[in-house]
């Protein structure tokens, strides 16, 4: 469902994805995880036509995010981890909004909007202004929202960052529930590793702009002879607080807004 092959990024002199590939599988629930810094949301960008790869190729449900990226757009649902809604429209005009965007016609985006709201437990605030939502709310008509043209992948990133435990827990049996119906392919990012533990069925890490590790949980504690998954990611990506990545961040927001004037 989505290859990534040699794919790199630069800005500027600064490498931020060098030289990566995996491939997640069709219907996987699948974890991209990394320290902060380490090129996982740029890789995402890449993934999500948001950025063109200075080098390598992405093929996402067969089509390439460069040269074809609105039949690409068509093919996942993303949902980011700074919110993104309206919050001076209802629910149902957030759904209503996105439907159209992605040409769905009328009595489907309808019937669709409908079912996905009461999937989240929000068809009784559909009228309701976003504004007057709490935080796992939002959390939650996002997820909607991004379900809304029935894509084949559906992209989280942090998605629960913030979230009390029971929301947290709401949201991953939605998405369970939607990935065993509907065969949904999940790729998601998190710095919650017990999240991940329990959720993926594959985890790749990634560090310094490289993928330094592809297995599922178990396969990743025998790789480094550890007992959790949050050992195993420190014995691969360290211990040390990463005041050069940070830094690093620092340097490319400068070049961004550079570029920009």
Do not use: C
Not at 23 to 31: C, M, S, Y
Not at 114 to 120: A, R
Not at 152 to 181: C, V
């Amino acid at each position: 469902m989505i290859k990534a092959t040699n794919l790199t990024k630069k800005f500027g002199d600064f490498l931020a994805v060098d030289d990566v590939s995996f491939q997640v599988k069709n219907g996987e629930i699948f974890a991209f995880l990394g320290p902060n810094g380490a090129g996982k949301s740029t890789t995402i960008k890449m993934l999500t036509t948001l950025l063109n790869p200075t080098s390598g190729t992405v093929a996402l449900n067969g089509h390439d995010p460069v040269n074809h990226p609105d039949e690409t757009r068509r093919s996942f649902g993303i949902v980011f981890q700074d919110p993104s809604l309206d919050d001076d429209l209802t629910a149902w005009e957030n759904m209503e909004i996105h439907g159209i965007l992605y040409d769905v016609p009328n009595g489907l985006r309808k019937r669709r909007s409908e079912e996905l709201l009461k999937f989240v437990e929000l068809w009784d605030r559909k009228d309701s202004l976003v504004k007057e939502f709490s935080g796992g709310m939002k959390r939650r008509l996002e997820i909607a929202r991004g379900l809304l043209h029935h894509p084949k992948i559906i992209f989280l990133d942090e998605p629960t960052i913030g979230l009390d435990p029971q929301t947290r827990n709401h949201l991953w049996a939605y998405l369970r529930e939607l990935n065993k119906n509907e065969g949904t392919t999940i790729f998601f990012t998190t710095h919650y590793m017990e999240e991940a533990d329990r959720i993926a069925q594959r985890i790749a890490i990634i560090d310094h702009g490289k993928i330094i590790a592809v297995g599922t949980s178990e396969e990743l504690r025998k790789q480094t002879d550890t007992s959790s998954l949050e050992d195993a990611f420190l014995a691969l990506t360290g211990k040390v607080i990463r005041d050069e990545e940070a830094n690093a961040t620092d340097r490319l927001r400068t070049m961004r807004r550079a570029w920009k004037k």
